[in-house]
């Protein structure tokens, strides 16, 4: 966050005094690691984080969850700089109370998701530092995830990989769960819930092995149309 410049020199006996000068620089934006993995299915979306809270090579929590509820059909994923990932979920609830009180009803996913979009878009100039993850229920029921880069871009999908991780998770997913270069025939266009909770367990298992700013505990939450639910599972601590 931090980072200093090397001494500025000048010419002439001035010189003398300011060759021990030192000119600091200040980053607001700081990478606190952290993976997330979503997957969407016939009926149902699963999205997972882990809760390692990193600076380079210092752990600073052990606890610090990056996957947020925010109704009884989405779930939000934020890695990148922890305060942007708080700041950004607290401004969505707050809107979506809005919504409730004006419409009577809870927002719905794909309109959610449009909100998420503007919000990163409107921050554009000083944008929040987070790779965020949408998962949830669309208006059929079926399971949606909605993958967006800083700034508002977005697409649905079927399942992704965000974070510090995602080099190590993304291909492990294109092969097991889009079935990309292999030769089995006849896949299936979804899984069913117990397998792709099984994936998303072996994914972190995986990455927490190479990738030192993952681990401690992935938190999974299971979405369908009985409501949302929260599994735990502990990974590495080293």
């Known amino acids: 966050m931090f980072a200093q410049q090397p001494p500025a020199m000048s010419a002439g006996p001035a010189g003398a005094a300011s060759s021990h000068a030192i000119q600091h620089?200040?980053?607001?934006?700081?990478?606190?690691?952290?993976?997330?993995?979503?997957?969407a299915g016939e009926d149902y979306a699963i999205i997972a984080a882990d809760t390692r809270q990193s600076e380079g090579?210092?752990?600073?929590?052990?606890?610090?969850?990056?996957?947020?509820?925010?109704?009884d059909s989405s779930v939000v994923s934020c890695c990148g700089f922890y305060g942007d990932a708080t700041a950004l979920v607290t401004y969505l609830k707050q809107q979506m109370e809005f919504y409730q009180f004006n419409h009577d009803k809870p927002m719905p996913t794909p309109a959610l998701a449009q909100l998420l979009s503007i919000t990163l878009y409107r921050k554009r100039f000083f944008p929040y530092y987070v790779h965020n993850i949408l998962a949830g229920l669309d208006a059929e029921g079926k399971?949606?995830?909605?993958?967006?880069?800083?700034?508002?871009?977005?697409?649905?999908?079927?399942?992704?990989?965000?974070?510090?991780?995602?080099?190590?998770?993304?291909?492990?997913?294109?092969?097991?769960?889009?079935?990309?270069?292999t030769s089995l025939q006849d896949n299936p266009p979804f899984l069913p819930l117990n397998k792709a909770l099984q994936l998303v367990k072996d994914a972190f298992t995986s990455a927490t092995e190479r990738?030192?700013?993952t681990g401690d505990q992935v938190e999974i939450f299971i979405i369908t149309r009985d409501g949302v639910r929260k599994e735990t599972y502990d990974l590495k601590k080293d």
Do not use: H, W
């Open 211 to 213: 990738d030192i700013y």
């Open 143 to 181: 399971g949606c995830i909605y993958n967006y880069d800083p700034v508002g871009s977005f697409e649905r999908y079927k399942y992704q990989a965000s974070g510090s991780g995602v080099a190590l998770i993304q291909p492990f997913l294109d092969n097991m769960v889009g079935f990309k270069n």
């Open 57 to 71: 090579y210092l752990i600073n929590s052990r606890y610090a969850p990056k996957a947020f509820q925010l109704s």
């Open 25 to 39: 620089r200040v980053s607001p934006y700081e990478d606190n690691g952290g993976t997330s993995v979503a997957i």
